[in-house]
Protein backbone atom coordinates (compact mmCIF):
# COMPACT_ATOMS: atom_id res chain seq x y z
CA UNK A 1 0.00 0.00 0.00
CA UNK A 2 0.94 3.52 -0.41
CA UNK A 3 2.83 5.29 2.26
CA UNK A 4 1.17 8.38 1.94
CA UNK A 5 -2.54 8.75 1.40
CA UNK A 6 -3.93 12.22 0.82
CA UNK A 7 -7.32 13.51 1.43
CA UNK A 8 -9.32 14.74 0.01
CA UNK A 9 -9.72 13.30 -3.23
CA UNK A 10 -11.08 16.35 -5.11
CA UNK A 11 -11.46 20.12 -4.09
CA UNK A 12 -13.24 21.83 -5.77
CA UNK A 13 -12.83 25.79 -4.53
CA UNK A 14 -13.74 29.50 -5.44
CA UNK A 15 -10.48 31.68 -6.73
CA UNK A 16 -9.62 33.72 -3.01
CA UNK A 17 -10.49 30.80 -0.92
CA UNK A 18 -8.29 28.41 1.10
CA UNK A 19 -7.39 24.77 -0.02
CA UNK A 20 -6.32 22.61 2.48
CA UNK A 21 -5.34 19.13 1.62
CA UNK A 22 -4.18 16.23 4.47
CA UNK A 23 -1.58 13.39 4.17
CA UNK A 24 -1.49 10.46 6.36
CA UNK A 25 1.20 8.03 6.18
CA UNK A 26 2.39 4.79 8.37
CA UNK A 27 6.08 4.50 8.59
CA UNK A 28 8.90 6.72 10.54
CA UNK A 29 10.56 9.41 7.99
CA UNK A 30 13.19 11.50 7.75
CA UNK A 31 11.37 14.12 5.87
CA UNK A 32 8.05 14.73 3.98
CA UNK A 33 7.68 16.89 0.59
CA UNK A 34 4.99 18.18 -1.13
CA UNK A 35 4.89 18.24 -4.82
CA UNK A 36 2.10 20.02 -7.48
CA UNK A 37 1.69 18.10 -10.98
CA UNK A 38 0.14 20.19 -13.54
CA UNK A 39 -2.00 18.29 -15.90
CA UNK A 40 0.10 16.34 -18.15
CA UNK A 41 3.16 17.79 -16.90
CA UNK A 42 6.00 16.75 -14.53
CA UNK A 43 6.56 17.19 -10.54
CA UNK A 44 7.25 20.45 -9.07
CA UNK A 45 8.84 20.49 -5.54
CA UNK A 46 6.84 22.72 -3.41
CA UNK A 47 8.21 22.55 0.08
CA UNK A 48 9.78 20.37 2.49
CA UNK A 49 9.37 19.59 5.98
CA UNK A 50 11.76 18.02 8.19
CA UNK A 51 10.75 15.80 11.08
CA UNK A 52 11.58 17.58 13.90
CA UNK A 53 9.42 20.72 12.53
CA UNK A 54 5.72 20.83 12.92
CA UNK A 55 5.18 23.95 10.50
CA UNK A 56 6.85 25.46 7.93
CA UNK A 57 5.52 28.59 5.24
CA UNK A 58 6.73 29.21 2.20
CA UNK A 59 4.68 31.99 0.18
CA UNK A 60 1.14 31.30 0.23
CA UNK A 61 1.77 28.01 1.28
CA UNK A 62 1.88 26.44 5.02
CA UNK A 63 2.81 22.64 6.05
CA UNK A 64 1.99 21.25 9.10
CA UNK A 65 3.13 17.95 10.13
CA UNK A 66 2.53 16.14 13.61
CA UNK A 67 4.19 12.76 13.67
CA UNK A 68 2.65 11.45 16.63
CA UNK A 69 -0.95 11.06 14.41
CA UNK A 70 1.85 10.36 11.48
CA UNK A 71 0.36 13.26 9.27
CA UNK A 72 0.88 16.31 7.43
CA UNK A 73 -1.24 19.73 5.89
CA UNK A 74 -0.75 21.75 3.21
CA UNK A 75 -2.50 24.71 3.14
CA UNK A 76 -2.83 27.07 0.20
CA UNK A 77 -3.99 30.65 1.06
CA UNK A 78 -6.03 33.05 -1.09
CA UNK A 79 -5.97 30.41 -4.42
CA UNK A 80 -5.52 31.43 -7.95
CA UNK A 81 -6.98 29.80 -11.07
CA UNK A 82 -3.15 28.62 -11.34
CA UNK A 83 -3.23 26.72 -8.68
CA UNK A 84 -5.29 24.05 -10.33
CA UNK A 85 -3.26 20.66 -10.51
CA UNK A 86 -2.94 17.83 -8.37
CA UNK A 87 -1.10 17.24 -5.42
CA UNK A 88 1.01 14.88 -3.60
CA UNK A 89 2.54 14.44 -0.37
CA UNK A 90 5.32 12.18 -0.62
CA UNK A 91 7.28 10.81 2.46
CA UNK A 92 11.24 9.94 2.45
CA UNK A 93 13.03 7.15 3.33
CA UNK A 94 16.24 6.97 2.58
CA UNK A 95 16.49 8.21 -0.80
CA UNK A 96 13.16 6.95 -1.71
CA UNK A 97 10.19 8.76 -2.13
CA UNK A 98 6.73 7.46 -1.04
CA UNK A 99 3.77 8.95 -2.74
CA UNK A 100 -0.28 9.01 -2.25
CA UNK A 101 -2.57 9.20 -5.40
CA UNK A 102 -2.99 12.99 -4.63
CA UNK A 103 -5.43 15.55 -4.08
CA UNK A 104 -6.53 17.05 -7.99
CA UNK A 105 -7.78 20.80 -6.73
CA UNK A 106 -9.91 22.72 -8.84
CA UNK A 107 -9.48 26.85 -8.24
CA UNK A 108 -12.70 28.31 -10.37
CA UNK A 109 -12.66 31.88 -11.50
CA UNK B 1 20.95 25.10 -16.09
CA UNK B 2 18.34 23.16 -18.28
CA UNK B 3 16.90 20.65 -15.25
CA UNK B 4 16.37 17.21 -16.03
CA UNK B 5 15.82 16.06 -18.95
CA UNK B 6 13.46 13.49 -20.49
CA UNK B 7 13.11 12.40 -23.93
CA UNK B 8 10.89 11.74 -25.93
CA UNK B 9 7.99 13.32 -24.43
CA UNK B 10 5.59 10.54 -25.91
CA UNK B 11 6.36 7.19 -26.97
CA UNK B 12 3.79 5.14 -28.73
CA UNK B 13 4.82 1.10 -29.01
CA UNK B 14 3.28 -1.82 -30.32
CA UNK B 15 3.06 -4.53 -27.80
CA UNK B 16 6.06 -6.88 -28.49
CA UNK B 17 8.11 -3.83 -29.46
CA UNK B 18 11.03 -2.59 -26.86
CA UNK B 19 10.93 1.35 -25.13
CA UNK B 20 13.80 3.01 -24.41
CA UNK B 21 13.37 6.22 -22.50
CA UNK B 22 16.21 8.69 -21.66
CA UNK B 23 17.20 11.00 -18.77
CA UNK B 24 19.94 13.45 -18.53
CA UNK B 25 20.34 14.56 -14.96
CA UNK B 26 20.66 18.22 -13.94
CA UNK B 27 24.77 19.37 -14.30
CA UNK B 28 26.81 18.09 -11.49
CA UNK B 29 23.92 15.51 -10.44
CA UNK B 30 25.52 11.83 -10.12
CA UNK B 31 22.44 9.75 -8.74
CA UNK B 32 19.37 9.48 -10.97
CA UNK B 33 16.09 8.05 -10.03
CA UNK B 34 13.31 6.58 -11.76
CA UNK B 35 9.16 6.37 -11.07
CA UNK B 36 6.08 5.30 -12.92
CA UNK B 37 2.93 7.13 -12.53
CA UNK B 38 -0.11 4.81 -14.01
CA UNK B 39 -3.45 6.85 -14.58
CA UNK B 40 -5.13 7.88 -11.29
CA UNK B 41 -2.22 7.16 -8.94
CA UNK B 42 0.92 8.79 -7.41
CA UNK B 43 4.40 7.91 -8.30
CA UNK B 44 6.02 4.72 -7.44
CA UNK B 45 9.50 3.86 -7.43
CA UNK B 46 11.18 1.76 -9.54
CA UNK B 47 15.11 2.10 -9.52
CA UNK B 48 18.18 3.85 -8.34
CA UNK B 49 21.45 4.56 -10.08
CA UNK B 50 24.63 5.81 -9.66
CA UNK B 51 27.10 6.57 -12.54
CA UNK B 52 27.89 3.14 -13.74
CA UNK B 53 26.05 1.24 -11.13
CA UNK B 54 22.48 0.26 -9.89
CA UNK B 55 21.93 0.70 -6.28
CA UNK B 56 18.48 -0.09 -5.87
CA UNK B 57 16.03 -1.77 -7.98
CA UNK B 58 13.63 -3.50 -5.73
CA UNK B 59 10.97 -1.37 -7.52
CA UNK B 60 11.49 -2.66 -11.31
CA UNK B 61 9.61 -5.58 -12.53
CA UNK B 62 12.13 -8.17 -12.71
CA UNK B 63 11.31 -9.15 -16.57
CA UNK B 64 11.45 -7.17 -19.80
CA UNK B 65 13.05 -4.29 -17.64
CA UNK B 66 16.20 -2.62 -17.42
CA UNK B 67 18.16 0.32 -16.42
CA UNK B 68 21.44 2.12 -16.43
CA UNK B 69 23.56 5.23 -16.23
CA UNK B 70 26.66 5.07 -17.94
CA UNK B 71 30.06 7.35 -17.58
CA UNK B 72 29.17 9.10 -20.31
CA UNK B 73 25.60 10.07 -21.79
CA UNK B 74 21.90 9.61 -20.06
CA UNK B 75 20.42 7.19 -17.82
CA UNK B 76 18.55 4.80 -19.67
CA UNK B 77 14.99 2.52 -18.70
CA UNK B 78 14.53 0.03 -21.38
CA UNK B 79 11.67 -2.25 -21.44
CA UNK B 80 11.45 -5.41 -23.15
CA UNK B 81 8.46 -6.79 -25.16
CA UNK B 82 6.13 -4.04 -23.70
CA UNK B 83 2.62 -5.09 -22.73
CA UNK B 84 -0.59 -2.80 -22.31
CA UNK B 85 0.27 -2.64 -18.53
CA UNK B 86 3.30 -1.07 -19.55
CA UNK B 87 1.42 2.35 -20.42
CA UNK B 88 2.22 4.70 -18.12
CA UNK B 89 3.99 8.16 -17.44
CA UNK B 90 7.89 7.39 -16.47
CA UNK B 91 9.42 10.37 -14.35
CA UNK B 92 13.26 10.34 -13.69
CA UNK B 93 14.82 12.82 -10.98
CA UNK B 94 18.38 13.57 -10.58
CA UNK B 95 20.46 14.35 -6.96
CA UNK B 96 23.99 16.07 -6.29
CA UNK B 97 24.31 13.58 -3.31
CA UNK B 98 22.31 11.74 -0.84
CA UNK B 99 21.58 14.12 1.77
CA UNK B 100 18.08 13.87 1.56
CA UNK B 101 17.43 17.57 2.79
CA UNK B 102 16.11 18.88 0.21
CA UNK B 103 13.12 19.08 -2.97
CA UNK B 104 13.74 16.66 -5.87
CA UNK B 105 13.68 17.93 -8.96
CA UNK B 106 11.81 16.02 -11.81
CA UNK B 107 11.83 15.80 -15.52
CA UNK B 108 8.76 16.45 -17.88
CA UNK B 109 8.32 12.47 -18.14
CA UNK B 110 7.77 10.06 -20.85
CA UNK B 111 4.34 9.00 -21.46
CA UNK B 112 4.42 5.81 -22.88
CA UNK B 113 1.42 3.95 -24.70
CA UNK B 114 1.02 0.26 -25.70
CA UNK B 115 -1.06 -0.25 -28.42
Known amino acids: SQQGEEDPQALSIQEGENATMNCSYKTSINNLQWYRQNSGRGLVHLIL?????REKHSGRLRVTLDTSKKSSSLLITASRAADTASYFC?????????FGAGTTVTVRA | NAGVMQNPRHLVRRRGQEARLRCSPM?????VYWYRQLPEEGLKFMVY????????ESGMPKERFSAEFPKEGPSILRIQQVVRGDSAAYFCASSPDLTMDYGYTFGSGTRLTVV
Open chain 2, 27 to 31: KGHSH
Open chain 1, 90 to 98: ATVNDYKLS
Open chain 2, 49 to 56: LQKENIID
Open chain 1, 49 to 53: IRSNE
